[in-house]
């Protein structure tokens, strides 16, 4: 499947604020965000000045934010809602943790890697296992008490010490277990929404895959 190798930056711009796409650069460099306040595209200026947008709008663009915060396609992304839709709960809610829940947000979680599309390089490269078994599918639903590991041979790789020395890298979660010597961590709990630092009204997308 294919997958947008374009500048990360963009999608930043398009929604209007930062979304931490290239890890420790999103906190060393100045952000384009910041320099050029208004979407890319030659009408950019135009859409800023806008004052309202359509209730559709509003929807369609929480979607897009979420969608490339945890870096899926839209076919993934809409699987990922109908099988939300489909258990008990809150869909919004349900919605979430399965993002979070996703093998390489596991990984970025646990600092093995700067970024999630940096978690997801290591996924497929083979480089993570879990529960004692190589896996290299990034949509792979973790479960609670599930340990996963940076492989032994793999563990003194540059690109995840230097995740794992950065200066910026997120605080682990308290759902999260971490033995960062032996690049082991485990999840300890399933999590709740509230246990979720994201900035999202999945409401919005709920009401916009309702339609």
């Known amino acids: 499947m294919a997958r947008y190798n374009g500048p990360v930056c963009k999608l930043c711009r398009r929604e209007g604020q930062k979304l931490f796409l290239k890890g420790q650069k999103c906190y060393t460099e100045k952000c384009p ?9 030659q ?14 709008a509003v929807q369609l ?4 934010k979420v969608k490339r915060i945890y870096g899926l396609h839209e076919k993934q992304f809409r699987n990922l809602f109908e099988r939300a839709n489909n258990i008990p709960g809150i869909t919004g809610d349900n ?42 599918v990034p ?22 010490q230097a995740a794992l020395e950065a200066r910026t890298r997120p605080s682990l ?9 032996a690049r082991v961590g485990r999840m300890t709990r399933q999590p709740t929404r509230s246990d979720i630092p994201l ?10 895959y309702s339609k």
């Open 33 to 41: 965000v910041e320099r050029r306040a208004y979407p890319p595209g």
């Open 43 to 56: 009408h950019g200026p135009a859409q800023a000045r806008r004052r309202k947008q359509s209730d559709y």
């Open 61 to 64: 663009r929480e979607k897009q």
């Open 95 to 136: 919605l979430i943790v399965a993002l979070e829940s996703r093998l390489d947000n596991i990984v970025f979680r646990f600092g093995f890697a700067s970024s999630r599309a940096a978690a997801r390089q290591l996924v497929r490269h083979r480089h993570v296992e879990v529960n004692g078994r190589i896996v290299d």
């Open 139 to 160: 949509s792979f639903q973790v479960s609670a008490g599930d340990e996963i590991a940076v492989k032994p041979r793999s563990k003194d790789l540059l690109p995840v």
């Open 173 to 181: 979660l308290d759902w999260l277990a971490l033995d960062e010597k």
């Open 199 to 208: 900035a999202a009204q999945e409401q919005l997308i709920v009401e916009l």
